[in-house]
């Protein structure tokens, strides 16, 4: 006998449950939590988004033009901006994008919404907790926005000293910025370990849990276990700015290859942190949409934690040519490959999945897909830049700019759109619109290779990275002028690309087909409830089962959506 | 023990009335604890009478680790929780000395180069 | 003599309200045990926070040891060793008072957690005492490093071994300010923890009075009490680190 998908008595769900603007920035609710947390990290998100923008329509053309050329015309002016405020631009991309989109991003806007769900719990473990890590998150916000508006900060988002304890520009609301930032994630992580410990409902085992919560669980131990180091580090440069203390400042005896120790022991696990909730989120993806049960499962699941642990191994390789010993460099070269392998079984798992499933094309799997290519590049050029040697010419180019825009967004960003159109319908109760979510898909697929392949070119063509106009470079290798040109224009076809996703979604909140509970056809809990979910999540415990067996779960033609049959039927 | 048996609730939690049992420390155990920590104290800053080299400073830290156990086992009670509280204190000093030894590592390897450029350069006044 | 035990129910009762029982949380052991595990992530990310200056402390120390071993003089180990007395006797009081909270005696926990302030008041009233010396002395971090520019005499009066004072003041090996940069921000950073502890055990107090806390609930004081101990664990460290110089 079929049973129907479970559904609000009274239609009352988490969205109308309680009225009013106090309702929500008060609101214990993960679900809401979540909304606004998404919101608010897709707006910092054009904000970085903008600054790119106009960091690449500088760079469309060198500012002087070579002199065998007759002084062409162009579309844009060649010299935008002042090199002061170019420099103040790439720092606030990089600051922005990191601190209050991507390191966030995936495990606060949709990890909240989704993981007690997918648990089959009622909350996170500590809600006002939860509340407090996004009135963090506002707060570093709000310090991000004064040191724009009081001058900005030229030091680079890594702000490496001596620079950055002698420029004039604002460093200290900048770094209480990322502090407050550092916290947020912090709280966030521990709500989630204690969440996953303490609150799986009987019969979810360890090796029960959806692969997206694994991956939420190795990111949360990175960030508890690293995060601390980029405070004290923050608090240290602060602290130097304000009292020249001089611990990082060789005039007054101390030393900045140090300051570079304690900053990358930090960045580089995080870095993990924003990878691991994509690749848990593309686990899931793949094997809804293959309509297969995921392959090697507890691969995917060691290799998550294993890739947290092993990333803390290998900061160094950010440093072989700042002074580090050969001796630190060497092993650290050596212990980066060790990273790599985790990384390649989850694409190995993925393709297995997909292979004799039942491949469905729509939205969501776009992005899955597109992940896995884009992931794959990006992941391999990796290996250029942890190698010691090939490192050394690459180092600073736009070969590791490429790089890590090819993983961060490529990966990180691709799955979170991913993510976003999975469980758009469960959030918002609205189904999108398929042929505008591809369109837009392929737009941004074409608009992103077309900014970021050029840049590995390049960069092996040696072009430096964070540089402000490189009519010199481009005098004897015409060749760069051309793929600049080519990267901005790319830069603006991926702008129309994301402002379009955000025209459709939105226009689903006002036109979109009501969503069934199971409009995909997914296994895990979240797909038991209504969409959008009542507000207590579930009645009583769910029924916890393999959450990738769809054998059960078939598409009901009337409701367009899935429902689960019990054996029987 | 497998991650599974700890902090997880696990079915036969559920039958009402079970109850679990909280440890409380005994009293004459906390007083002992902190007399003894008191006892160590003097004895750490005894041992500064005496030059022993290298030595004192591994006295100082021992006994420093020796009264944080006293800390964290009985008035922390790891000792008497569950376990996974005592995993979750040696991972952070696990990471502490990850971080600790491979920067140390790399210090004491550019020394070298600190020091050659300060005597052939000679020294910047420290103001 | 045999551990005491006590039980706290696994089950709550069905349609029951329980008072500081979260909806989310079935049982109060559930509750408490999810308490405790979040307190102890919180302590490994203060143990890593406080682990960056652990390692300057032992980068400087290794590579400058004539500096370590120059400063040492400068810091009092009477009040240095008072100190952490203070800090080991609040300890106590606090571990005491935790116990008081689980066996449901109100007003023992109220005077314990009452004496744990004092004594953090005390700690902090002696690291006033020590910093005003070195303000006064010119012993600040590597910018303000100046007590060439101070009575020698004044300096005197403010350590234990004024013989070598006067010398050393004159000798002082190159960059010596580092080490009160490192002092300044390992016991600075350590200031203000306590200072924090002091609110979170004010808060738990209010909370043991307005009789919150029973033998089922007692989390808050349980968890504020670890904290107070990493609180004094680091401390214990920068005792001999800072102070026991040889």
Redesign the interface.
């Known amino acids: 006998m079929a049973e129907t998908a479970y559904t609000t008595a009274d239609n009352d769900s988490y969205l109308t449950h309680d009225r009013g603007v106090l309702s929500w920035l008060f609101s214990l609710d993960h679900k809401r939590i979540g909304v606004m947390y998404l919101v608010s990290i897709l707006t910092a998100f054009l904000l970085g988004g903008t600054f790119s923008t106009l960091v690449r329509m500088e760079l469309m053309y060198p500012n002087k033009p070579a002199e065998s050329v007759v002084a062409e015309k162009t579309l844009i002016p060649r010299e935008i901006f002042s090199k002061d405020n170019y420099n103040k631009f790439f720092t606030t991309h990089g600051a922005v994008m990191i601190f209050l989109f991507i390191i966030p991003g995936i495990p606060a806007a949709l990890g909240n919404f989704v993981l007690p769900i997918m648990l089959g719990a009622k909350d996170v473990a500590f809600p006002r907790l939860n509340l407090f890590s996004l009135w963090l998150w506002w707060s570093g916000c709000v310090f991000f926005l004064l040191t724009l508006l009081f001058g900005g900060l030229d030091t680079g988002w890594t702000f490496y000293t001596p620079y950055s304890t002698s420029t004039e520009t604002r460093v200290v609301p900048a770094v209480v910025g990322a502090f407050i930032l550092g916290f947020s994630s912090i709280f966030t992580g521990l709500n989630f370990i204690v969440t996953i410990?303490?609150?799986?409902?009987?019969?979810m085992?360890?090796f029960k849990m959806p692969l997206f919560l694994w991956s939420l669980y190795a990111t949360a131990l990175i960030q508890v276990?690293a995060t601390p180091?980029l405070g004290i580090t923050l608090m240290l440069l602060g602290v130097e700015r304000v009292l020249s203390i001089g611990i990082f400042d060789p005039?007054?005896?101390g030393?900045p290859?140090?300051f570079q120790?304690f900053f990358w022991?930090y960045s580089h696990p995080a870095v993990y942190i924003m990878i691991l909730p994509g690749m848990g989120i593309i686990s899931e993806l793949i094997s809804v949409f293959s309509h297969k049960h995921i392959f090697g499962y507890r691969f995917i699941a060691y290799s998550s934690v294993a890739i947290a642990l092993l990333g803390?191994?290998v900061w160094?390789h950010h440093m072989f040519t700042s002074?580090?010993?050969?001796?630190?460099s060497m092993?650290?070269s050596a212990l980066t490959f060790s990273v790599s392998i985790p990384s390649a079984i989850k694409v190995f798992n993925w393709l297995a999945t997909m292979y004799k499933g039942s491949i469905s094309l729509q939205t969501p799997m776009c992005y899955g897909l597109m992940f896995i290519f884009l992931f794959g590049i990006g992941g391999l050029t990796g290996l250029f830049l942890g190698a010691l040697a090939t490192n050394v010419p690459l180092h600073n180019t736009y070969f590791v700019v490429a790089h890590f825009h090819y993983v961060m967004f490529g990966g990180t960003m691709v799955a979170f759109l991913g993510g976003i159109h999975y469980w758009w319908p469960k959030i918002t109760g609205r189904m999108f619109s398929e042929f505008w979510g591809r369109l837009a898909a392929l737009i941004v697929f074409t608009g992103f290779n077309l900014t970021f392949f050029p840049q590995f070119l390049m960069g092996t063509h040696g072009m430096p990275r964070r540089y402000y106009d490189y009519s010199s470079l481009a005098l004897e290798h015409p060749e760069i002028a051309t793929y600049n040109f080519l990267s901005s224009i790319g830069s603006l076809i991926l702008a129309v690309g994301l402002i379009l996703i955000l025209i459709y979604l939105l226009a689903s909140l006002f036109n979109g087909r009501p969503a069934p509970a199971n409009p995909w056809g997914g296994a895990t809990l979240e797909w038991q409830c209504s969409s959008p979910p009542p507000y207590y999540n579930f009645k009583s415990p769910p029924t916890v089962d393999d959450p990738y067996d769809f054998t059960n779960i078939h598409y009901d033609p009337e409701i367009r959506g899935y429902i689960k049959t019990t054996d029987n039927s | 023990m497998p991650?599974?048996q700890?902090?997880?609730?696990?079915?036969e939690?559920?039958?009402?009335?079970?109850?679990?049992?909280?440890?409380?420390?005994?009293?004459?155990v906390?007083?002992a604890?902190?007399v003894t920590?008191?006892a160590m104290?003097y004895i750490?800053?005894a041992?500064?009478w005496f030059?022993?080299g290298n030595w004192?400073?591994y006295i100082?830290?021992g006994?420093?680790t020796f009264?944080?156990a006293l800390?964290?086992l009985?008035?922390?009670h790891l000792r008497?929780?569950?376990p996974?509280?005592a995993i979750?204190?040696i991972?952070?000093?696990l990471?502490?000395v990850?971080?600790?030894s491979?920067?140390?590592?790399?210090?004491?390897?550019?020394?070298g180069?600190i020091q050659s450029w300060e005597e052939t350069r000679g020294?910047?006044q420290?103001? | 003599?045999t551990?005491?035990?006590?039980?706290?129910?696994?089950?709550s009762h069905a349609g029951e309200h329980e008072p500081f029982l979260a909806h989310h949380f079935?049982?109060h052991?559930?509750q408490?045990?999810a308490g405790?595990?979040g307190m102890?992530?919180f302590?490994?990310t203060e143990?890593?926070l406080f682990?960056?200056l652990?390692?300057i402390y032992?980068?400087y120390r290794?590579?400058h040891p004539e500096i370590f071993v120059w400063a040492h003089q400068f810091l009092d180990?009477t009040l240095g060793?008072v100190n952490?007395?203070v800090l080991?006797?609040s300890?106590?009081t606090?571990?005491?008072a935790v116990?008081c909270a689980?066996?449901n005696q109100r007003r023992g926990s109220i005077v314990l957690l009452v004496l744990t302030w004092f004594c953090a008041c005390g700690f902090l009233g002696i690291k006033y005492v020590e910093y005003k010396h070195k303000w006064q002395d010119g012993l600040l971090w590597?910018?303000r490093?100046k007590p060439n520019e101070h009575e020698i005499e004044a300096i005197q009066k403010h350590y234990p071994d004024p013989g070598h004072v006067a010398s050393d003041v004159e000798n002082a090996p190159?960059?010596?300010?580092i080490f009160f940069s490192i002092y300044f921000a390992m016991t600075g950073l350590h200031g203000l923890h306590v200072l924090a502890g002091m609110i979170a055990i004010g808060w738990v107090l209010r909370r043991s009075i307005r009789g919150d806390f029973n033998s089922q609930y007692f989390g808050p004081v349980d968890f504020v009490?670890?904290y107070w101990?990493l609180v004094?664990?680091i401390w214990?460290?920068l005792?001999?680190?800072l102070y026991?110089i040889?």
């Not at chain 1, 410990?197 to 019969?203: K, M, S, Y």
């Not at chain 1, 002074?323 to 630190?328: L, N």
């Not at chain 3, 551990?3 to 089950?11: Q, V």
Request: glycine share 6%; aromatic share 14%; charged share 10%.
């Open positions: 410990h303490t609150l799986r409902p009987p019969g085992t360890w276990l180091v005039k007054l005896g030393d290859v140090l120790h022991f803390f191994l160094g002074g580090q010993s050969a001796m630190a092993i650290f | 991650c599974s700890l902090y997880s609730t696990s079915p939690h559920d039958t009402p009335g079970y109850e679990t049992h909280v440890h409380v420390v005994p009293l004459w906390l007083a604890v902190f920590l008191l104290t750490t800053v041992a500064t030059n022993l004192n400073l100082a830290l006994i420093a009264k944080a800390v964290l009985y008035f922390m008497y929780d569950n996974f509280n979750v204190l991972t952070a000093l990471f502490v990850l971080f600790l491979l920067t140390l590592l790399d210090t004491f390897q550019y020394q180069d020294s910047i420290a103001k | 003599m551990d005491e035990h006590h039980t706290i129910a696994e089950s079935d049982t052991a559930q408490l045990n405790k595990l102890w992530i302590l490994l143990i890593l682990s960056g652990f390692l032992t980068v290794s590579h180990k060793g952490t007395v080991i006797a300890s106590f606090m571990a005491w116990r689980q066996k590597a910018s490093f190159r960059n010596a300010g009490g670890l101990h004094d664990l214990i460290y005792f001999p680190l026991l040889h």
